[in-house]
């Protein structure tokens, strides 16, 4: 069986984990050996920039070093975990990927978009998502969810203004537009179960293939 790779995208609050979990259960039950996995994250090298980079002042790291530290996450985890559970032929479902920092960093946080296609043609070369998820929920919303959840830790960018959020929103559409083939936006309002509906049926052949 050919490895597969799914991507879960979207601003904070959208409820993308919950539903990678449900997915990886759903592929799990029909047979498949299932990665599941999130950024920056991943490895212990990676879960250590990510300790960087989600907790702190707000304005801690500019955006370019923002984008090189999961850059540099990235490369660790495509090498020691994505990479090699796809020649295995697993399902690999990332918490995040590439888009995340087109969109946080790019989009949202004014970085130069031709250093972002640079480091992506180089780190994450033809290890593209066969599909890629993108949460789509007003972030009001997800910003009142993510507080009403409550940890209090890895809030740094939850913390960032509301203009901050609705870019990170417009920025996400435009990847999607950009690339219809790989991302579906999923309409992240309503109950979980109404949600992981959408995702099943836009996971479509890939989920039964
Ligand atoms: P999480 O909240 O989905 O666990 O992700 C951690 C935070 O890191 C989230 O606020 C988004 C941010 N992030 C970026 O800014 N750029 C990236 O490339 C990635 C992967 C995450």
């Not at 907790?55 to 090189?68: H, N």
Request: net charge negative.
């Amino acid at each position: 069986m050919a490895g597969i790779f799914v991507t879960f995208e979207g601003g904070e609050g959208t409820g993308k984990s919950t539903q990678l979990k449900i997915l990886a259960d759903s592929l799990s039950a029909q047979g498949r050996h299932v990665v599941q996995t999130r950024e920056p994250g991943g490895t212990p090298e990676a879960e250590a920039l990510r300790a960087l980079l989600v907790i702190g002042d707000t304005d801690r790291w500019t955006a370019e070093a923002e984008a090189l530290l999961n850059y540099a996450a990235r490369n660790s985890h495509l090498q020691k975990i994505v990479r090699p559970a796809l020649k295995s032929g697993h399902a690999v479902l990332c918490d995040r990927f590439m888009d995340s920092t087109r969109a946080y960093q790019g989009y949202a946080g004014g970085c130069d978009m031709d250093l972002l296609d640079a480091l992506e043609t180089s780190i994450v070369g033809d290890t593209r998502p066969n599909l890629t998820f993108i949460f789509d929920l007003d972030p009001k919303e997800g910003l009142a969810r993510t507080k009403a959840r409550g940890d209090g830790s890895e809030d740094r960018y939850e913390r960032k203004g509301i203009e901050f959020h609705q870019a990170l929103r417009r920025g996400f559409h435009k990847i999607a537009e950009g690339e219809p083939g790989r991302c579906r936006i999923i309409d992240a309002t309503g109950s979980v179960e109404k949600v992981a509906e959408r995702v099943r049926e836009a996971m479509g052949p890939l989920l039964y293939g």
